[in-house]
């Protein structure tokens, strides 16, 4: 099993970034996908997941319309958009393959102007 991010991004206030998660060596459809980020000195912190079969997704409630997840099928990959940034959003950001311990290297997101 690979979960593999797209590279580190370096973005300004307001502005928005996608970032990829390519899964690979099992069945992409039969696994949620969770996306979880980690802010400097700080824990953990889970944002949500998203279904691959259908789309259907759920956000924590602090990312609830600030962060949008989909899922293009056909390339077995999963994106999480974030909208608006800040410089509270500066963070390492991980896929996982919900319920293992299948993880993403981590995409670097720096927000500053």
């Known amino acids: 099993v690979q979960l593999v991010q797209s590279g580190a991004e370096l973005r300004n206030p307001g502005a928005s970034v996608k970032v990829s998660c390519k899964a690979s060596?099992?069945?992409?459809?039969?696994?949620?996908i969770e996306w979880v980020r980690q802010a400097p000195g700080q824990g953990l912190e889970w944002m949500g997941r998203?279904?691959?079969?259908?789309?259907?997704?759920a956000y924590a409630q602090k990312f609830q319309g600030r962060v949008a997840f989909t899922v293009d099928t056909s390339r077995s990959t999963v994106y999480v958009e974030l909208k608006s940034l800040r410089s509270e959003n500066t963070a390492e950001y991980y896929c996982?393959?919900?319920?293992?311990?299948?993880w993403g290297q981590g995409t670097q997101v720096t927000v500053s102007s």
């Open positions: 996982n393959r919900g319920g293992f311990r299948d």
């Open positions: 060596g099992y069945t992409f459809t039969s696994y949620y």
């Open positions: 998203i279904d691959p079969e259908d789309g259907g997704t």
